[in-house]
């Protein structure tokens, strides 16, 4: 079943972003989302009032989250979903910290709490087979501790190993890692066995370019925003948008987007 799936980091409401403030841009947001028509798009930095927002632009979508320090407070890595697509038979959220079943805690010197959404996705078209699912990992790794963001990661993969272990679910990981591709969150990852995104790129991940740039545009730099595949799933392909909607960014993290396929 092929599925595509799309990171985004919305960039919060920040009123000093001034013109590139959100209150300027959930048009442009969703422009961008429609163009590609994802199955499955994870955001990462939306507070519970831009979803609100957004929601309206995007009928054809449903979503599951909570905030980062638990229901509605603070950002979220909400995980959106075509409703003629999918429907979603469980779902969750942690922490990445040493203790992940309570949210808003620190972890491992993080500068901010940091946590990871999950859905298990099963294809409309598939009720209730293991054939026509994905399960979807969403993740904001810290910005500033290195030990936060391997330890978090490691958090992460025990979490979807323990869920293979008991669904035999393919898994699409996606997220703002806020590292490049040499660091040690992204490498623990690829020799797991788990299929970066980018290697469906001539050049893999070095040819991908910057996927944060700060309302400036441009693509020299390395990704930090990634998608990432169990080994049962084939990557197909991948995008980095770089493209204006509405006449403007609509972040400052390029949205990404792939399709895979699974086995």
């Known amino acids: 079943?092929?599925?595509?799936?799309?990171?985004?980091?919305?960039?919060?409401?920040?009123p000093s972003d001034g013109?590139?403030?959100?209150?300027?841009?959930?048009?442009?947001?969703?422009?961008?989302?429609?163009?590609?028509?994802?199955?499955?798009?994870?955001?990462?930095?939306?507070?519970?009032?831009?979803?609100?927002?957004?929601?309206?632009?995007l009928p054809d979508y449903a979503w599951v989250g909570e905030g980062r320090r638990g229901g509605q407070a603070d950002e979220f890595c909400a995980v959106w979903y075509k409703k003629s697509k999918a429907r979603v038979v469980e779902y969750g959220s942690f922490g990445l910290s040493e203790t992940p079943e309570r949210l808003g805690e620190l972890g491992w010197g993080a500068d901010y709490p940091r946590m990871c959404t999950w859905a298990?996705?099963?294809?409309?078209?598939?009720?209730?087979?293991?054939?026509g699912g994905l399960t979807i990992?969403?993740?904001?790794?810290?910005?500033?501790s290195e030990p936060a963001q391997v330890n978090g990661m490691r958090l992460i993969m025990d979490r979807i190993e323990a869920l293979r272990a008991r669904s035999e679910t393919p898994v699409a990981l996606t997220g703002d890692f806020n590292v490049g591709p040499e660091h040690a969150a992204v490498h623990g990852l690829e020799q797991a066995g788990y299929v970066n995104g980018y290697s469906a790129l001539p050049g893999g991940a070095k040819a991908a370019g910057s996927t944060f740039h700060e309302f400036r545009g441009g693509e020299v730099g390395e990704p930090i925003d990634y998608i990432f595949a169990s080994?049962?799933?084939?990557?197909?392909r991948i995008e980095v948008d770089r493209?204006?909607?509405?006449?403007?960014?609509?972040?400052?993290?390029y949205p990404v987007c792939a399709v895979l396929s699974t086995k």
């Not at 994802?38 to 927002?53: H, I, T």
């Not at 298990?120 to 054939?131: K, M, Q």
């Not at 990992?137 to 500033?144: G, M």
Request: proline content about 7%; some cysteine; overall charge negative.
């Open 231 to 236: 080994p049962d799933v084939a990557v197909a």
């Open 243 to 253: 493209g204006q909607y509405e006449g403007r960014y609509p972040s400052d993290h």
């Open 120 to 131: 298990r996705l099963v294809g409309t078209a598939d009720e209730g087979g293991n054939g």
């Open 19 to 57: 013109e590139n403030a959100w209150p300027h841009r959930p048009r442009a947001v969703a422009q961008a989302i429609l163009r590609h028509a994802p199955d499955v798009v994870c955001m990462q930095e939306a507070l519970y009032a831009m979803l609100l927002d957004l929601a309206p632009l």
């Open 137 to 144: 990992f969403n993740t904001h790794l810290d910005h500033v």
């Open 1 to 14: 079943m092929e599925w595509k799936v799309m990171t985004f980091n919305l960039r919060t409401n920040v």
